[in-house]
């Protein structure tokens, strides 16, 4: 990936659990984004967090930044089967992460 | 609102040929665009940003001559693949910043390229 890794690479889960995603970058941010992507498509805009904050909430997402660790996460709770997809972060010069492949089974 | 698309959703071309992709920021002006390419199971690889009005900024790799990039209008970014070969195909997805505070990209569907 470009200067941003995440893990865990894939995760599997059962419907009503929590999952968390972490993601870390190597260089300084203004902010870092949350994307998700459902198989061969585009990508959805989740969660954007600026370097200042530490959490945001939208939904049953929560994104914390831990700017001393470069480190990120995104925990979705209560997972149902529609969350199955690709989640990405994004540092604010729009390089990727390698993405946690997350499956919830129902 | 902050809607990107991409035309052709899908291409299918013979090697040697050039194919060009649309990127449209709808109904917001974007003077900063960025294209990536993405390979199966895998995660998306900046090739370039680029900017109204002035060349495009190439990621390390990514060859300039092999794809050419246009920012001709503040709603418009093109991508040819030029020369196309089996290893271009791939999916190719843009997206616009639009200006704002919070700097915020927006991404298009996405162009699947297949070289034969």
């Known amino acids: 990936s470009q200067q941003g890794e995440e893990d865990p690479q894939a995760l599997s889960i059962q419907e009503g659990e929590n999952a968390t995603m972490n993601c870390s970058y190597k260089t300084s941010i203004n902010n870092l984004q949350w994307y998700r992507q459902n198989s061969g498509r585009g990508l959805v805009h989740l969660i954007l967090?600026?370097?200042?904050?530490r959490e945001k909430h939208s939904g049953r997402l929560r994104v914390t930044l831990d700017t001393s660790k470069k480190s990120s996460s995104l925990l979705i709770t209560a997972s149902r089967a529609a969350d199955t997809a690709s989640y990405f972060c994004?540092?604010?010069?729009?390089?990727f992460g390698a993405g946690t492949r997350l499956t919830v089974k129902p | 609102g902050a809607v990107v698309s991409q035309h052709p959703s899908w291409v299918i071309c013979k090697s040697g040929t050039s194919v060009k992709i649309e990127c449209r920021s709808l109904d917001f002006q974007a003077t900063t665009m960025f294209w990536y390419r993405q390979f199966p199971k895998q995660s998306l690889m900046l090739m370039a940003t680029s900017n109204e009005g002035s060349k495009a900024t190439y990621e390390q790799g990514v060859e300039k001559d092999k794809f050419l990039i246009n920012h001709a209008s503040l709603t418009l970014s093109t991508l040819t693949v030029t020369s196309a070969h089996p290893e271009d195909s791939s999916f190719y997805i843009c997206s616009a910043r639009k200006l704002d505070s919070y700097n915020e990209q927006f991404f298009g569907p996405g162009t699947r390229l297949t070289v034969l």
């Open positions: 994004a540092r604010s010069d729009m390089r």
């Open positions: 967090i600026r370097s200042n904050e």
